[in-house]
Each structure stands twice: as C-alpha cells, then as structure tokens.
C-alpha cells in the first residue's frame, strides 16, 4: 500500500510500499492491510505505526486528523506529526509537566480543554519514543 502522512508544512511519510498500518480514534484502535474496505475516520490524538516488507516497525506521533483508504493508499492528514527518531524526549517531558501544572492551578485563565489536550500530545510524544 501506498502510506502518505501530511501535515500543512511537510510531507511527514510518503512510502510506496508498506504492509500494514496501525492507527486509533476516539473509539479505539484498528488496523488497515491491502484491500481494506474504502474507509475515512477522525483520528485521536495517539500513535500510528506501519510495518514495510522487511518486517520493519516504524512510529509516528499525530495530533489527530483524518485518516482515508481506498485499500491500497492511505492517507492521513493532521496539524502536525512527528516520526519517534525525530521527538526530543527532554522538550516532551518538560512539556507535559507544564501542561499537567496547569490543569491542577485550575485558575481561571486556565484553558482546561487546551491544557488536557497538551497532556495528551505530550503523552502521545513520550510513548512514541519508549
């Protein structure tokens, strides 16, 4: 299959030859191999993964998105997308306490939605790498 991730700034993976590809929604997680059913969903705020012939393992952190397949391409675009190799695991810490420290102050210039989304591309970031 064909796996293009794209974002408004880059081409995150444009591959011509992947296995499969993991991805999750709000509702859980679900796999696509060739001749997948035509399909698009909003994806979470989670890891994608895919696999190419060599049995190779390959991880992406996306900030959500929509994810499209005709059972032989799959395209997913998102604000933004990062490949596990490329995530900075000391900024994604830091990251992630800041946003937790703002969500426990509760004060009223506090966006709570916004911080707990922070958390969650933070947590999302950091799993990628582990």
């Not at 929509?66 to 032989?72: A, F, H, P, Q, R």
């Not at 830091?94 to 937790?100: F, G, I, S, T």
């Amino acid at each position: 299959m064909k796996l293009t991730i794209q974002t408004p700034d880059a081409t995150i993976v444009d591959m011509d030859n992947v296995v499969s590809v993991q991805a999750r929604t709000e509702d859980g997680g679900f796999g696509i191999l060739p001749g997948h059913i035509p399909m698009t969903s909003a994806l979470d705020v989670a890891l994608v993964s895919y696999l190419t012939p060599d049995d190779a393992k390959h991880t992406v952190a996306v900030m959500g998105g929509v994810l499209n397949t005709d059972g032989s391409t799959v395209t997913i675009l998102t604000i933004a997308a990062e490949h596990a190799n490329d995530i900075d695991q000391l900024r994604a810490s830091e990251a992630l306490q800041r946003a937790e420290e703002r969500l426990k102050s509760r004060t009223a210039d506090v966006d709570v939605n916004r911080a707990k989304l922070s958390v969650a591309r933070a947590q999302t970031r950091l799993s990628a790498i582990r």
